[in-house]
């Protein structure tokens, strides 16, 4: 067989394999020829395979959350829900127990859908609304729902600065009402018992300081009001008896308290008439009063004057037009003591004491009387003496022609005249000096006026006052000679001389009370002495 040749290609058989394996195999016990290093065997990937899924399908569930939140749950569900709960908080239903208040609709859509955005942010909304109807009824007073809305924000982890600065003030707030009850109760139980206006502890005075402390306090506010109509009545009571003073002070209580209480316009508008009414009275009274001045009718006068004086005691005109009436009655006092009517010259300078204690005009007065009584004892007594009379007319013919009408006091020519009239009643001697004197006192006045002296002119006219004694024509030369004397001060004070103008102005009002241009030149004095 092992002649045997095989042909090329052929398949070697079994035993040819066995035989060529036993061939390379070394024999044993000698080393083994070198060969290539053992490979090293790679860890097996399989269980990367097994990890693979999982990993995509956590990373699929992240991405596409929503849509599969969409797949399990309705989307017009949750949207339902969400505007449910956003009506809710839009009506201020925060919270209900029935969880159909914001904040359980809001939850019950975050625990369907923890990531949903709207609930989240409808829930801030909620808690922020909760911090706004704190402090809306905190100013309201209301104090429950303050304190529920309170503790509805901190359980929704509103901010603590926030909450505690709320609750600080609600406790300060319901102490505070705890003291205005008390007042209340004490304003109420003082308006019960008429006790309204004493201070501080009258029902009105409580019920301001009541509403200092919480201006819409309604039981303050009701018990004001009833006081103030109550203060109003009394106002028309006391117009209508005329005292208008207490009224008037009653509506300014009124208007004090509450310039806008609703019956104080129309009161006010009656206490306003009726102030014009006063005032068109007291212009007519004064009228009436200067006009009796200037006639001559003195007693008239003064009434009116003290009238007037006894509603105002502080009225000027009324006490500047009596002492003028008393000026004039002690020139009166003095020409009847000059006719030797000591009677009558006695009540005339009591009356001018009375209305003006302490004048000079009253000191003069007295003077003249003392003299005349002393020139009356020093004529004859007994019958006529036509050689005294005689005597006694030169002189006062004399003294005219040297201008002494009425001074000096005891020679002036009006001195002598009463003389003669005392010695000769009705003498035709006596009646021709008294028209010659009377002639030359106004023909004194007219000169002195045309002048421009004043001074000269104002004793020409006092002149013809003792024996004039008022009247219409006497009355007219007054106001003259006063417009004259505010000329004179209007050139003084446009020269600053400010004394002589005030001189002058007097002066004015001396002659005539009643010149309307008086109290316009007078505030002009003042502002440029001022």
């Known amino acids: 067989m092992s002649g045997t040749r095989k042909e090329p290609g052929s398949t070697p058989s079994l035993g040819e394999l066995s035989q060529l394996d036993l061939e390379r195999r070394p024999p044993r016990g000698a080393a083994s020829p070198p060969g290539p290093p053992p490979r090293r065997e790679r860890p097996s990937a399989w269980w990367l395979l097994l990890l693979l899924p999982p990993l995509l399908l956590a990373v699929g569930l992240l991405h596409f959350r929503e849509a599969i939140s969409e797949r399990l749950i309705p989307d017009s569900e949750l949207k339902r829900e969400i505007a449910a709960a956003q ?12 969880g159909q208040g914001a904040r359980e609709r809001f939850q019950a859509v975050l625990a369907r859908d923890p990531d949903h955005l709207d609930a989240r942010r409808g829930l801030a909304d909620v808690r922020e ?8 009824a905190l100013a309201a007073r209301d104090f429950t729902t303050a304190r529920e809305r309170v503790a509805l924000a901190r359980a929704m982890a509103a901010p603590a600065a926030e909450l505690d600065a709320i609750e600080a003030e609600l406790a300060l707030r319901e102490s505070a009402d705890a003291g205005l009850a008390d007042l209340l109760q004490r304003a109420r139980d003082a308006q019960a018992r008429g006790y309204v206006e004493p201070l501080p502890d009258g029902a009105l005075a409580l019920y301001q300081e ?30 209508a008896a005329g005292d208008f ?14 310039p806008s209480h609703l019956g104080l316009p129309e009161v006010q508008a009656r206490l306003g ?22 006639a001559g009718r003195l007693e008239a006068a003064a009434e009116g004057f003290e009238a007037m004086l006894a509603q105002d005691p502080a009225s000027a005109e009324a006490r500047q037009g009596l002492e003028d009436a008393a ?9 009847q003591a000059a006719d030797f009517d000591f009677e009558a010259a006695e009540d005339s300078l009591r009356l001018a004491s009375t209305w003006s204690p302490g004048s000079a005009a009253g000191a003069a007065a007295e003077r003249r009387l003392a003299q005349a009584r002393r020139a009356n004892e020093e004529l004859p007594q007994g019958g006529r003496d036509p050689a005294l009379l005689a005597n006694v007319l030169e002189q006062a013919r004399a003294a005219m022609r040297r201008g002494e009408l009425i001074d000096p006091p005891g020679d002036s020519a009006w001195d002598h005249l009463r003389r003669a009239a005392a010695l000769a009643p009705g003498d035709a001697g006596v009646r021709a000096a008294m028209q010659e004197y009377d002639r030359r006192a106004r023909a004194c006045f007219e000169d002195e006026l045309a002048g421009n002296r ?25 106001r003259r000679l006063a417009d004259r004397w505010l000329a004179f001060a209007e050139e003084r004070l446009g020269a600053g001389e400010m004394a002589l103008a005030r001189r002058a102005l007097d002066a ?6 009643a010149n309307p241009n008086l109290a316009t030149f007078e505030e002009r004095l003042r502002r440029a002495g001022g």
């Open 87 to 98: 009506d809710a908080l839009a009506r201020g239903e925060l919270t209900r127990a029935d």
């Open 245 to 258: 003073d207490a009224a008037v002070a009653l509506v300014a209580r009124v208007v004090e308290s509450d």
């Open 327 to 335: 000026a004039a009655m002690a020139a009166r006092a003095g020409r």
């Open 454 to 478: 004043l001074g000269a002119a104002q004793a020409c006219l006092d002149a013809r006052a003792v024996r004039e004694r008022g009247g219409e024509g006497l009355a007219a030369d007054r």
């Open 129 to 136: 609304a909760a911090l706004l109807q704190a402090r809306a």
């Open 273 to 294: 008439e009726a102030r014009a009414a006063i005032e068109r009275a007291r212009e007519q009274a004064l009228q009436a009063a200067t006009a009796d001045l200037r």
């Open 210 to 239: 009541a509403l200092r402390l919480q201006p819409d306090n309604a039981i303050a506010l009701d018990g004001r009001r009833a006081i103030l109509a109550g203060l109003l009545q009394q106002a028309e009571t006391a117009m």
């Open 508 to 513: 004015a009002r001396g002659l005539d009370p």
